[in-house]
């Protein structure tokens, strides 16, 4: 994909996001994150499985993210819960295997974290739902590693870009491909009428500095 391909494909994923209410923009009353973090954004991706054709356009969008950077990828992990159904999809479109990572091991039976067949030395690439602070995401990507696979980069719908997260995965060494983004998707909300102009500048600034964000 040429970055025209990948920039648009960002703004059409942003507009559909929008379309089905996946992202809520409120600037004026923030929502509040379990973390207590105040922020004028709130994204469900969860919605889009109800959508066939957002979530049609979704997978193969990561077909496409897949194809660009990691083209010799022999497993789809997807990450639980909200990464799984993704997962599933795109490796269906590509004839691949699947796995799925949970959040920690079972607690009974063969107490395994990661569900599914992957073999030492299989490439895979790890499916996520959303970005924030990305420390489970680079979880997730760190048990593949563990079970003796080899995590190739995490791919997710969106990405809030938040400075600590974009550290984080630069920090771990581990690549990161988002469809879309929030700088994109306030271009987009802007341009539909989705947000006040006025406001504009209130949103870039949570990313600045989320903390002190409705203080």
Known sequence: MTTTDLQQLSRDIAASLLSIDAVALRPQQPFTWTSG???PIYCDNRLTM????????????????IRTHHPDAEVI??????????????????????????????GHGKENLIEGVVRPGQKVVVIEDLISTGGSSLKAALAVNEAGAQALGV???FSYKLDRGTNAFAEAGM?????????????VAAERGAIRSEDLDKLHAWREDPASYGV
Not at 181 to 187: A, G, Q
């Open 175 to 187: 690549p990161l491909h988002t469809l879309s983004d929030y700088p994109t998707l306030l271009e």
């Open 50 to 65: 109800s959508y066939p054709a957002v979530r049609e356009q979704i997978a193969d969008g990561f077909v496409q993210l």
């Open 77 to 106: 992990a997807g990450t639980a819960t909200a990464g799984i159904p993704h997962a599933a999809w795109v490796a269906q479109k590509l004839g691949l295997p699947m796995i799925y990572v949970r959040d920690k091991a079972k």
């Open 155 to 157: 791919l997710a719908i």
């Open 37 to 39: 973090l105040k922020s």
